[in-house]
């Protein structure tokens, strides 16, 4: 994924179509992708949630090196797609400004390598309404994602979290596939004091942890 990525402009891609494909061959390598706050409660249900050491949870897509949810036609083959996947080919990239951001484009991504498709750009080099809806997604994308750091900062302040990796039996032997990532150490959890978990009540941390913990059963179906 943004194997080419741009800063998107008129003056360099005027003439450049955009087509939402549904083909997701381009995240076939991908094995976790980051998850929001706001989509762990779906995530869940699916994916194994975890948390790395610093940063955004993520949702494990496979163990080695390929990402189970991606089928030999490119189709993702179950119901949530994480939306890391789904702004693809769009990102937002830092300026030479501090805190300054822009939308940029894998000009590579198949999504573009057509004449047909909605433009991004109007002749005199206005965006199109397609450019003011990515920039919408990916604005709201970015606040969820630094609130979603916070939070998990809030995990590793507690010290709730622990490292754990992913094993499986083959030929005979048990072989690590996947290594260093971190769960909610269910103990260290119960143990916390009354205030600390009314005030994650509060911030939304629990239902961050609650959502977290139900999907670790997914580990089973993770391939490896």
Same mark, same amino acid.
């Not at 199109?128 to 809806?133: A, K, L, R, S």
């Not at 916070?150 to 990796?165: P, V």
């Given at each position: 994924?943004?194997?080419?990525?741009?800063?998107?402009?008129?003056?360099?891609?005027?003439?450049?179509?955009?087509?939402?494909?549904?083909?997701?061959?381009?995240?076939?390598?991908?094995?976790?992708?980051?998850?929001?706050?706001?989509?762990?409660?779906?995530?869940?249900k699916?994916?194994?949630?975890?948390?790395?050491?610093?940063?955004?949870?993520?949702?494990?897509?496979?163990?080695?090196?390929?990402?189970?949810?991606?089928?030999?036609?490119?189709?993702?083959?179950?119901?949530?797609?994480?939306?890391?996947?789904?702004?693809?080919?769009?990102?937002?990239?830092?300026?030479? %400004?501090?805190?300054?951001? #822009?939308?940029?484009?894998?000009? =590579? @991504?198949?999504?573009?390598? !057509?004449?047909?498709?909605? *433009?991004?750009?109007?002749?005199d080099?206005?965006p199109?309404?397609?450019?003011?809806?990515?920039?919408?997604f990916?604005?709201?994308?970015?606040?969820?994602?630094?609130?979603?750091?916070?939070?998990?900062?809030?995990?590793?302040?507690?010290?709730?979290?622990?490292?754990?990796?992913?094993?499986?039996?083959?030929?005979?032997?048990?072989?690590?596939?996947? %290594?260093?990532?971190?769960? #909610?150490?269910?103990?260290?959890? =119960? @143990?916390?004091p009354?205030? !600390?978990?009314?005030?994650? *009540?509060?911030?939304?941390?629990?239902?961050?942890?609650?959502?977290?913990?139900?999907?670790?059963?997914?580990l089973?179906?993770?391939?490896?």
């Open positions: 994924m943004f194997q080419n990525a741009q800063p998107l402009s008129a003056e360099t891609h005027r003439n450049l179509r955009f087509r939402n494909l549904p083909d997701y061959s381009f995240a076939r390598d991908l094995l976790y992708a980051p998850i929001t706050y706001t989509e762990m409660l779906e995530a869940s699916v994916y194994p949630v975890v948390f790395p050491k610093e940063g955004m949870p993520v949702a494990l897509l496979g163990a080695e090196g390929r990402n189970q949810f991606v089928d030999d036609n490119g189709q993702w083959t179950v119901p949530y797609m994480p939306a890391h996947v789904a702004r693809y080919p769009f990102i937002l990239g830092h300026t030479e %400004r501090e805190g300054e951001m #822009v939308v940029m484009v894998d000009v =590579d @991504a198949p999504h573009f390598q !057509t004449d047909e498709g909605e *433009r991004l750009f109007e002749e080099g206005t199109t309404q397609v450019v003011e809806q990515v920039k919408t990916l604005g709201a994308y970015q606040e969820e994602s630094k609130m979603s750091q916070r939070l998990t900062a809030r995990l590793l302040e507690a010290g709730i979290l622990e490292e754990r990796a992913l094993q499986r039996k083959k030929g005979g032997e048990q072989r690590t596939v996947l %290594r260093r990532f971190y769960v #909610v150490n269910q103990e260290k959890f =119960d @143990a916390l009354d205030e !600390t978990i009314l005030a994650w *009540r509060r911030d939304g941390t629990l239902r961050l942890v609650y959502a977290h913990l139900m999907s670790l059963s997914n089973r179906q993770l391939k490896g």
